[in-house]
């Protein structure tokens, strides 16, 4: 297996090389920050995320789903805070060649980590939102943010989803979406980008039911990762020390993974207070207050707040499904994915593209496979290569057809992490993968 050092590498390269992940605009040489999802990637990023809403939406009674827009009035975000508060500290490397623009904490011993320098400008504060205009006349009364973060479309939303779905404490509404920050030092491939996708939850309950939430969202969301097969080894949580918290909190908890760069933070679950609730309220001059319906004690619910985001997510599954071993003297390279997060689920061989009756019957099982099972067609290269391709992007199945198939009517279903193969009858074939696939 790689080294903790390479086995990033190893994860870019495949990512690059097989349709996972590619730079944003690479043909003009790129841009620092942005990432595209090649034909393998984003069917694995829309399985990851829908994964995520079944597990917090369907798989509910207490949870709706939403999907605000990007942009949004202003004032959002002056009473959210991001306008005052939300930058980072930022430092300029003084030496003229080089004027490298870094995090204090990212400098090692004081040193430039890009031309070795010792001397940097004091550390001043850098508001990470990305701003653009609406209309046609660009003054200040035409800017508008790019949200950087998705929460506060949910907030914003309280009451109308109140209103139209006539919901009781507690209840939470769940989103996912883009979202932007013009960080200072994007880097470790998809972990830390200018945008990026979040899956956000905004749980409204009763003060004093705000403790017990909170440490249940704590292991759901812990159960989430490890039930979509992550290596129980590579997750832990890390409880926020009392300085790290915003002033209202009352507790903040990270999911955190074992990146080949270290432990590093998949998903904050924080226990917010109203703080939210009451500062829209505030700034929109609206009544934001939750009513009970019985005593019709007027109040404003606490909140918790699992914030994920979908592209570490996905890239912490990709990490964690790379798997090498040796067989028959060669490297066999598998992306042992979750079957539910599979981007193909079962890949139709004929073992000779040349026969006109395999090909016919590989042609027939996967058109009536890709129904309800995401699959592939695939005749371009030998078995032993096609096996190996579809084993590079973690395709659960693979189910080759032979000439043996036109008599018995029966197909080789080939496992992927075990390369074990069986002979199924083709009648049977749909019950047995979805059966498997579950
Ligand atoms: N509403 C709370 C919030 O946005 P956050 O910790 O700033 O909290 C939540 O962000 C999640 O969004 C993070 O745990 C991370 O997974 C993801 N995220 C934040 N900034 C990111 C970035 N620059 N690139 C990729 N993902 C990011």
């Known amino acids: 297996m790689s080294s903790q050092a390479d086995l990033m590498d190893k994860v870019v390269a495949l990512a690059k090389r097989r349709g996972f992940i590619f730079q944003s605009s690479e043909i003009y040489g790129g841009l620092s ?38 942009l949004m009035h202003p004032k959002t975000w002056e009473a959210s805070g991001h306008i005052a508060n939300f930058a980072d500290m930022m430092v300029d490397c003084k030496n003229p060649k080089c004027s490298g623009r870094f995090r204090p904490d990212q400098l090692k011993d004081h040193k430039c980590p890009k031309c070795g320098g010792t001397e940097f400008t004091e550390p001043r504060a850098f508001n990470l939102m990305l701003k653009t205009s609406v209309g046609a006349m660009e003054d200040s009364s035409s800017v508008v943010y790019l949200r950087p973060e998705t929460a506060q479309g949910i907030f914003v939303n309280f009451q109308n989803v109140i209103d139209s779905t006539h919901r009781k404490l507690s ?80 507790g903040c908890t990270d999911v955190e993974y074992n990146f080949p760069f270290g432990w590093s933070e998949l998903e904050g679950i924080a226990n917010r207070g109203d703080y939210d609730l009451k500062q ?18 007027k109040f404003f619910p606490h909140v918790i707040e699992p914030s994920g985001g979908c592209d570490r997510a996905t890239l912490a599954f990709m990490v964690d499904a790379y798997h ?37 019957l590989a042609k027939k099982i996967k058109s009536e496979l890709q129904k309800d099972i995401v699959c592939v067609y695939d005749d371009t290269a030998a078995i032993g290569k096609l096996y190996r391709r579809q084993d590079e992007v973690g395709t659960v199945f693979c189910v080759t057809v032979d000439v043996q198939s036109l008599e018995d009517k029966q197909v080789t279903v080939r496992h992927r992490d075990t390369m074990q193969q069986e002979r199924i009858p083709v009648e049977n074939l749909h019950r047995y993968l979805k059966e498997k696939l579950i």
């Open 33 to 70: 920050g942005a990432w595209d999802y090649g034909p393998y990637g984003v069917e694995l990023k829309r399985n990851v995320k829908n994964a995520w809403w079944q597990s917090v939406v369907h798989w509910r009674e207490d949870m709706v789903g939403l999907d605000a827009a990007i």
């Open 280 to 297: 829209h309220a505030k700034f929109s001059g609206k009544d934001l207050q939750y009513q009970d319906p019985v005593t019709l004690e």
């Open 324 to 360: 090498e071993e040796t067989v028959n003297d060669t490297l066999r390279v598998v992306m042992k994915f979750h079957p539910r997060l599979a981007p193909i689920k079962v890949a139709v061989l004929p073992l000779l593209k040349k026969n006109e009756g395999i090909v016919a």
């Open 171 to 250: 209840f939470g509404i769940a989103q996912t979406g883009k979202s932007f920050r013009n960080e200072i030092t994007p880097g470790n491939f998809t972990f830390r980008t200018r945008e990026f996708e979040q899956m956000e939850i905004e749980y409204f309950c009763r003060p004093e039911q705000a403790l017990a939430k909170y440490e249940e969202w704590i292991q759901s969301r812990f159960s989430w990762y490890i039930d979509l097969g992550i290596k129980k080894e590579n997750l832990k949580l890390r409880v926020h020390d009392k300085d790290e918290l915003a002033h209202y909190a009352a």
